[in-house]
């Protein structure tokens, strides 16, 4: 699974005393967007694939309304992210029962490995001044790409296919997740935090996934 997040600031500016209350409100959206997301994951755990890929759409789409609200009501934009981390944890429940039945190591293993990556990377991304939006195109076309080789994944198979993509997954991953806390330190409107927060979520979930299925694949 592999959703991503884009969105346009509008223009309700902030102070630079602001920042830090900015950086403190997404993150906390991110902290609480996790825990809907965990608890969605729990009572979906035995849902069917079917189900599954119903919540995924259901999602992406919950997705799309949040950046139309997000210029109206950020009440609304956060309601939004709540349900889209509600869905999201639906749509990957059968994926973690799966791994909490095989290889519950494996889940202890990837949330500690993308702590590390999220936090590592993110300091980084908050700290380099050079602008990283031209990086940010490159790596929306390799995700793509990626998203294209996963595709054929499932009706090919390739020798050591699966580790392939979960590696190049985290290179791209690691520059996105500079982008996002690059952009969430340039904010200049209030209004932006509900999907800085949707988008550094889904950074998390995102290698969460990759880490996951590196520490719980078949030797």
Do not use: C, H
């Amino acid at each position: 699974m592999t959703i991503t997040s884009s969105s346009t600031a509008a223009t309700t500016p902030v102070s630079r005393e602001e920042t830090g209350r900015l950086f403190g409100q997404t993150m906390g959206l991110v902290a609480l967007t996790a825990g809907v997301f965990a608890l969605g994951a729990y009572l979906g755990r035995d849902i069917s694939g079917g189900w599954a890929l119903l919540f995924y759409v259901a999602a992406f789409g919950v997705l799309l309304g949040m950046n139309a609200a997000a210029q109206r009501s950020q009440q609304l934009a956060v309601g939004l992210l709540f349900g889209f981390g509600a869905l999201l944890g639906l749509a990957v429940a059968p994926t973690f029962a799966y791994y909490f039945d095989a290889d519950p190591q494996a889940v202890w293993q990837a949330a500690g490995a993308t702590a590390l990556f999220i936090a590592g990377f993110g300091a980084a991304g908050y700290a380099i001044r050079r602008d990283l939006a031209p990086l940010a195109r490159w790596l929306f076309w390799a995700l793509v790409a990626l998203i294209a080789f996963g595709i054929v994944l499932v009706f090919v198979q390739i020798p050591g296919g699966a580790l392939i993509y979960a590696i190049a997954g985290l290179v791209i991953f690691a520059g996105l997740t500079l982008f996002d806390f690059q952009r969430l330190r340039q904010a200049k409107d209030i209004r932006t935090a509900p999907l800085l927060a949707a988008s550094i979520f889904l950074d998390v979930l995102n290698v969460f996934l990759l880490f996951l299925s590196i520490f719980g694949r078949d030797e």
